[in-house]
Each structure stands twice: as structure tokens, then as C-alpha cells.
């Protein structure tokens, strides 16, 4: 829904359908952190920007709360073995995916998952 509010120029509307959301879930705070950097990236205002980088900083902190924590043998054995996509928690995909990816082009592939 956010993402057809979004896509039509309603903005607002779309961010205020993803705030409540934006702390407890992953998939909404990378939303509603990449609307606000797209608005930062197109006014070049200084306190859109400031939003912008604050909220992207929020998203990586809630998707941290979502990352299956490894025990030090698992951090271990992932050295010595690489973990296929099947064996990875949907958290940690999307963490590597925004460590690799900026978030405008992250977002559509993370959307795929849902």
C-alpha cells in the first residue's frame, strides 16, 4: 500500500502509513528511511538531510534487532564454511544486501521477499 502511495506522488500519505511501523518492523523502517532519503536527495535541504541520514540509522538498528545472533563456534565455522542463501535468516539477507546495496536500489529487491 505505502509502496502505491509512494509510486503516485502521495508522499506523505505513504510515510504516514509506514511510521507507526517504522521501530518494530524491518520491512517499514527501510521504507520509510528510503522515502525520507529520496526527499533529502531531491530538496538538498539540510534538515531533510539530517532526517534522512537519522532515520536510515534507525532502519539499520531495527533490521539489528532482527539479525540471528551466532555463537563463537558458529562464528568459527563460518570462516571455515560459507553460508548458502537458504541457511541465512531473512534478517541477516537484508543486512548484507544494505551493506552492499544503497537503499534506493535495496529496497525493490528486499520488497521481492514478502
Partial sequence: ??????????FSEALEL????????????LGYSTILVMQA??????QDIQMGIATMKEALQTC?????RNTV???????VSK???DQMSEASWVQKVMT??????ALPALQGLS
Fill in 1 to 10: 500500500m505505502a509502496l502505491n502511495l509512494f509510486l503516485n506522488n502521495k
Fill in 18 to 29: 509506514l511510521r507507526p511501523w517504522s521501530k518494530g518492523s524491518m520491512y517499514h523502517a
Fill in 41 to 46: 536527495a531531491m530538496t538538498f535541504e539540510q
Fill in 64 to 68: 539489528q534487532k532482527f539479525r540471528k
Fill in 73 to 79: 563456534v558458529e562464528s568459527l565455522s563460518s570462516l
Fill in 83 to 85: 553460508q548458502t542463501v
Fill in 100 to 105: 552492499v546495496l544503497p537503499a534506493p536500489v
